[in-house]
């Protein structure tokens, strides 16, 4: 018996990086699935990758355009009749410093990280508020916690990703709807594939996370399926971090700070 047996679940940027490895995750426990994403190869791909590939829908969806993301639960719900989980993973991460940040870069990356975020929390809510139950998982980061530069649009969005969690929190709590975050570290996936497969970035950056690696996206998916899962039922309005200790301190010496292992090309 797995914890989502017959469950229904959304998973937008389901189709790679930590939304798959959370739709194989919820595939594995049980669920039925609504994967989403821009890409319906990729969307194939990851469906094909879980241990039961016809529990999982693909459904290829813009959450850039405005109402994207009440389409993708319209469609969710059209596919699976009701909803008892939401994931809000989808997610864009462009480089610009606070003087170079453009309008097209603020509006672009707050409209999917933001904006779809709260179009799919407001109407997958709606509907879990009319069946008295339900769950809702933001994706947020430790940027929204300790901004990293220069990522201004990404760091605010994630801030403010973090505080539609409390509120929604805040009101749909008795109304039997839980709304909670993961905060992830450095995670390995598409998005930072390619700065982590340089040995000197590598080293440089792991050097301040104290376990001295990026997160897998499994290890982020675990955590997702805890906060969704009748096991945190009095869990609500919290953000877990899941960064393997990096934004748990820092040395006062940097001398004495472990370094992290060579890592060659």
């Not at 879980?50 to 829908?57: D, K, L, Q, S």
């Not at 947020?140 to 990404?154: N, Q």
């Not at 709807?177 to 450095?186: C, I, L, S």
């Not at 690696?213 to 399926?225: C, G, K, M, S, T």
């Amino acid at each position: 018996m797995g914890r989502f047996d017959d469950a229904t679940v959304l998973v937008t940027g389901g189709s790679s990086g930590i939304g798959a490895a959370t739709v194989r995750a919820f595939v594995a426990d049980g669920a039925h699935v609504v994967a989403a994403g821009r890409s319906a190869e990729r969307l194939a791909a990851a469906a094909m990758s879980c241990t039961a590939p016809e529990r999982v829908t693909p459904v290829v969806a813009d959450l850039s355009l405005r109402g994207g993301g009440r389409r993708v639960v319209a469609d969710a719900l059209a596919r699976l009749g009701h909803l008892d989980v939401v994931v809000n993973n989808a997610g864009v991460a462009i480089d610009a410093a606070v003087l170079e940040t453009t309008d097209d870069v603020w509006r672009s990356t707050l409209a999917v990280n933001l904006d779809a975020a709260f179009e799919v929390a407001q109407e997958a809510a709606r509907h879990m508020v009319e069946r008295g139950r339900g769950a809702i998982v933001n994706v947020a980061s430790i940027d929204a916690l300790v901004p990293e530069a220069p990522l201004l649009a990404y760091n605010v969005s994630k801030a403010g990703l973090v505080s539609l969690t409390r509120t929604f929190a805040l009101e749909l709590g008795h109304l039997g709807v839980r709304v909670n975050a993961v905060a992830p570290g450095e995670t390995l996936t598409a998005m930072t594939e390619d700065d982590l497969a340089d040995p000197s970035f590598r080293r440089s950056y792991l050097a301040g996370v104290p376990a001295h690696r990026p997160a897998d996206p499994d290890e982020i998916a675990a955590p997702i399926l805890f906060l969704a899962s009748d096991e945190a039922s009095y869990v609500n309005g919290a953000t877990l971090v899941v960064d393997g200790g990096t934004i748990a301190g820092s040395w006062y010496y940097p001398s004495q700070r472990p370094e992290p292992p060579e890592v060659s090309a």
